[in-house]
């Protein structure tokens, strides 16, 4: 098994290479002049399992392309079978046709990559409303979840009394960490106007006076998900609130919000590159492969 660095993903492939006992191929990646891109592995891979590593932030665009360009030349030198890990998975999100006339990105992307690979693996993925994964991308799909990791980050580093949910669909993040860590979950509820624009609320009443609360949540984009959290759990009277999520996009200013909000802490996995991502998930990767 070699395993291939795309440019997002340099220092992720080369942990999961080591945690796998497996070589490390570092890719040359350039534009020409016309802004063409330009890929080459700088190890041979013919007759391995060539395992390609790319995270689909940031540039989602260009990352994608760039993963392509891996699989198709990862063929054409001899490989004996090609697996894409992506371990932020892009345009999940648009999982459905919400307004008339809207492509649905998470479809098309599955089938753009699936073509190319035997199989996906990918951590904390969005598109809830996708269906069958198996039958979009037409390869096996593997979805890890990086719950274990962020519990026991929480658990080593973090000050919890209450594990919170910022929207009805993090009951995924927030409860299985929150029984990990053996404290209490509450899930809120969030209504989206706009990328731009939510809004929380409890769905019952909870007693937060003097409390830690840790925010767990998949993505942290544009941050507002979490600042609406953070003020309503700050209202009710929480001692310290602290987030955590998987995929750290943090655009816009993102981070900035969350501190201005009064976020205690936030940190992320590494699924993608930045600045806060301090838990590692490259030996759940590495077991899976
Ligand atoms: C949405 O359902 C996700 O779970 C996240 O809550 C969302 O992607 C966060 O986005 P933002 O940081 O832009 O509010």
């Known amino acids: 098994m070699i395993i291939i660095g795309c440019s997002n993903s340099t220092g992720l492939a ?38 390609i ?17 891996a699989a198709v030349n990862a063929w054409d030198l001899g490989a004996k079978k090609v697996t894409l890990v992506a371990p932020y998975l892009a345009y999940m999100r648009q999982d459905s046709r919400f307004h008339a006339g809207e492509a649905v990105s998470a479809r098309i992307a599955g089938e753009l990559i699936g073509h190319h690979v035997d199989r996906v693996i990918t951590v904390d993925p969005h598109g809830h409303r996708l269906g069958d994964w198996r039958r979009v991308f037409g390869c096996p799909v593997t979805k890890l979840t990086a719950n274990g990791v962020v519990a026991e980050y929480i658990e080593r580093k973090m000050p919890c009394d209450v594990v919170v949910g910022p929207d009805e669909e993090s009951y995924q993040w927030a409860e299985p960490i929150a029984a990990y860590v053996g404290m209490p979950a509450v899930v809120l509820k969030k209504k989206r106007y706009t990328a731009r624009r939510v809004e929380v609320r409890f769905s019952r009443e909870v007693d937060l006076r003097g409390k830690h609360a840790v925010i767990t949540d998949d993505i942290i984009s544009t941050g507002h998900t979490m600042v609406e959290a953070i003020k309503a759990l700050r209202k009710r009277g929480a001692k310290s609130v602290s987030c955590v999520a998987v995929h750290g996009i943090f655009v816009e200013g993102a981070l900035q919000k969350l501190k201005e909000a009064g976020a205690a802490s936030v940190v992320t996995a590494n699924t993608i590159e930045n600045s806060q991502a301090y838990i590692d998930v490259s030996g759940l990767i590495a077991e899976s492969l």
């Open 14 to 51: 080369s942990r999961i290479a080591w945690k796998a006992k497996s070589r490390y191929c570092a890719v040359e990646k350039k534009y020409f002049p016309d802004g063409d891109l330009y890929v080459r592995f700088l190890k041979r891979v013919k007759g391995e399992h060539v395992v």
């Open 53 to 69: 590593v790319q995270s689909f932030q940031p540039k989602p665009q260009e990352a994608l392309v760039e993963a392509v360009w």
